[in-house]
Structures are given as structure tokens and as C-alpha cells.
């Protein structure tokens, strides 16, 4: 009993900012703003699972109270101890792990960016698969997906491709693309008989995965000022109506301070390609700022790759035997055909869970 009473403790500040959220989503004027309305849904849809754990723990602890001291005369009382014991435990356990340090850009939205790497046409294949498995994975989310800007291979793959992935309404905790999409970046590596190989031998390739939070808080936005960046436009040679290769609504900005190139094409004018393009070059450069203040704070992001190196591989893909392997977890499933068709959640909640025991053991493990 004495360690659960402190843990109620923790988390009573929580509690007692949930229930000002709760009057400031009663309130009329909060809804003339919708990005102060959209940024108080989303922590309020955060914090109610503690809160549900926090009124949970409290009911058994008083309910294990009660059964104790009734049950000093009452047998029916004292054989409800044990289960109540258990439910206590449980219940302490689950508001432990809700009260852990947690990403603070878990219930954003993200921009995904895929990258060929070594292998040529096979490894532009592979990042092609890659993207459809990505989509299709969003799609059983209910995720709305929205290509950004590519461009393509001789034989249909990607060279690199960038698509945005956002949720619909206020994601639950855990649930935005963020909170699962960040561990898909890094190296991904493909073993299989390459569509260009003429004598069945199966070949090694790549593909890298770049995954940052996008940005949708005008307060968290990095400022670019006006002489920081060059823009330049050009003839869209991609997918966009009647405006392809007849006016020059392709854009292309360059961050003069950090040499960072992002370009856009997708859109039909060319305003709405800027757009895009400012917004993912402001996700990158405030990637850019967390983790420079991440490893000056010696937690450096481990997930997050710049080149296409093999030594960097997070996960490999062998399409002979069907096998599907994570480095970071030991996961291994010979299912790949299933995974590649969008059933990412089994490979992606042993990447989660392996970040809640490391973040578990950062705070002095599950008794502290």
C-alpha cells in the first residue's frame, strides 16, 4: 500500500489538468479558435487514459480497503481480498506505465520520407513497396494519406518519394501516426531474385525510411525568415491535370543556412506547393534542432538514419522465405507477404514495446 499512494500523488497534477481541459472544452469561446480547440482535444485525448487508470486505482485501493476491514467479520469480505490484491496490482501497473516519460510529438501527425538507396532499379522497387505497404497500413488505421512529392524509376519504383500521414480526429494515446510511424525510420534492407535478374540469384539491396513529426502548432514551428531560404520554380513533370509541364508550379526551396533542399510538385498551383514544401522543411529543420538538443542531453534519437548504409539496417525483408526480421527487437515473423499487404501493428508494438521497458528502466524500473 505505501508505494501506491504516492503514485496517486504523481498523478494528481494530471488529474487536476484534465478537469480544466474538461471546462475549457465547455466553453463556447474556445471554439471561435480552432487551433486552440484542436491543441486542447489533443492533450485532453492524451491524458484520459491516466485518468481513467488514476480513477481506477483509487476505486480498488478503497474497494481492498473496505474488503479488509470488513472481512475481519465477515468471510464473504476476506475471500474478495485476493482478487482485489490482484486488481490492485493491475491497475497500479497500467497508471506506472502511463506515467512515464513520453515523446512529446507522440499525438502528431507525420511526414514519411522514402529513399532508394544501394541496388539501383531493385533498391527503387523496394522503396516502392515499401511506400504501398506504408499506405495500405494507413489505410487500416483510417489514416489519411497524401503523396507530397516524388519521383519515379524506369520500371515504376521510387527514387525517393514523400508522403504525409494524418489522422482523423483526435487519435486515442498511442494511436496517432507519430507515436507508431517513428520507429519505421531507418534502413530497411530487401533480399530477393531482383525483376533485372536473369540467373535467379538473389540479391541484397535498400531503401531508407525518414520519418518526422509534422508540424501543426503555429507555437512549435521553426522560424525561416525570408533571406534564409531560395525559392525556385519549374515545370511539374508528375501527376497534377492539366497544369503538368504547361506552367512552372513545380517549387523547389533551398535553406540557405543549412544547404537543406525540399521540392514539391504535386499540387496543381504553384502557392500550394510552396505550402507543402515550407511545411516539410520546417519539420525537418525542427528535427534537425531536437536532436542536436537530444544529444547534447546524451539521447541522441537511435530510430532516425541519414544515409543509406547497411551497417544502419533496422529491419530486413527476405522474400525467399517469407521472413520478416527486426534488429532492434528480435521480432521474426515469416509472414512477409502479410506485413507487405499493411499488417505493420505486430512489428511495430514489439518496437513499442521495447521503448516502454527502456523508458521503464530509464525511471529505475517498475518499482520505483
Request: glycine residues 6%.
Amino acid at each position: 500500500m505505501s508505494d501506491i499512494d504516492p503514485l496517486l500523488r504523481s498523478a494528481e497534477p494530471l488529474v487536476q489538468e484534465y478537469a480544466e481541459l474538461e471546462a475549457a472544452l465547455a466553453d463556447p469561446a474556445l471554439h471561435s479558435d480552432q487551433t486552440a480547440l484542436r491543441r486542447t482535444n489533443k492533450r485532453y485525448a492524451a491524458l484520459a487514459p491516466t485518468v481513467a487508470a488514476y480513477r481506477a486505482l483509487s476505486a480498488a485501493h478503497d474497494d481492498l480497503d473496505t474488503a479488509r476491514e470488513l472481512g475481519e467479520d465477515d468471510a464473504s469480505f476476506a475471500a474478495e481480498v485476493p482478487s482485489l490484491e490482484a486488481l490492485v496490482e493491475t491497475t497500479q501497473a497500467k497508471l506506472r506505465t502511463l506515467l512515464l516519460p513520453r515523446d512529446h510529438d507522440d499525438d502528431r501527425d507525420v511526414m514519411l520520407e522514402v529513399k532508394a538507396g544501394e541496388g539501383g532499379e531493385e533498391s527503387a522497387l523496394f522503396a516502392g513497396d515499401l511506400l504501398r505497404m506504408y499506405l495500405r497500413y494507413a489505410e487500416k488505421r483510417g489514416w489519411r494519406a497524401e503523396i507530397l512529392d516524388e519521383t519515379e524509376s524506369d520500371l515504376g519504383g521510387y527514387k525517393d518519394v514523400r508522403v504525409a500521414l494524418r489522422a482523423k480526429g483526435t487519435p486515442g494515446l498511442g494511436e496517432a501516426p507519430w507515436a507508431r510511424m517513428k520507429f519505421e525510420g531507418g534502413v530497411h534492407r530487401v533480399q530477393r531474385v531482383p525483376v533485372t535478374e536473369s540467373q535467379g540469384r538473389i540479391h541484397t539491396s535498400a531503401a531508407g525510411v525518414l520519418v518526422m513529426p509534422e508540424l501543426d502548432d503555429a507555437e512549435d514551428e521553426v522560424e525561416v525568415g525570408p533571406h534564409d531560404i531560395r525559392i525556385d520554380v519549374y515545370r511539374s513533370s508528375g501527376p497534377g491535370g492539366q497544369s503538368v509541364n504547361t506552367t512552372d508550379s513545380a517549387v523547389r526551396i533551398t535553406h540557405l543556412p543549412t544547404g537543406l533542399v525540399v521540392s514539391c510538385q504535386n499540387e496543381k498551383s504553384q502557392l500550394q506547393n510552396k505550402e507543402s514544401a515550407l511545411r516539410v522543411l520546417k519539420a525537418r529543420l525542427r528535427q534537425i534542432a531536437q536532436e542536436q538538443a537530444d544529444a547534447a542531453a546524451s539521447e541522441a534519437r537511435r530510430s532516425q538514419v541519414r544515409t543509406v548504409d547497411r551497417s544502419e539496417r533496422i529491419r530486413t525483408y527476405n522474400f525467399p522465405e517469407n521472413r520478416i526480421a527486426d534488429h532492434r527487437t528480435g521480432f521474426k515473423a515469416y509472414n512477409l507477404d502479410i506485413v507487405l499487404g499493411g499488417e505493420l501493428d505486430p512489428v511495430i508494438e514489439s518496437c513499442m514495446a521495447a521503448d516502454e521497458a527502456e523508458r521503464m528502466a530509464a525511471v529505475g524500473g517498475p518499482h520505483s
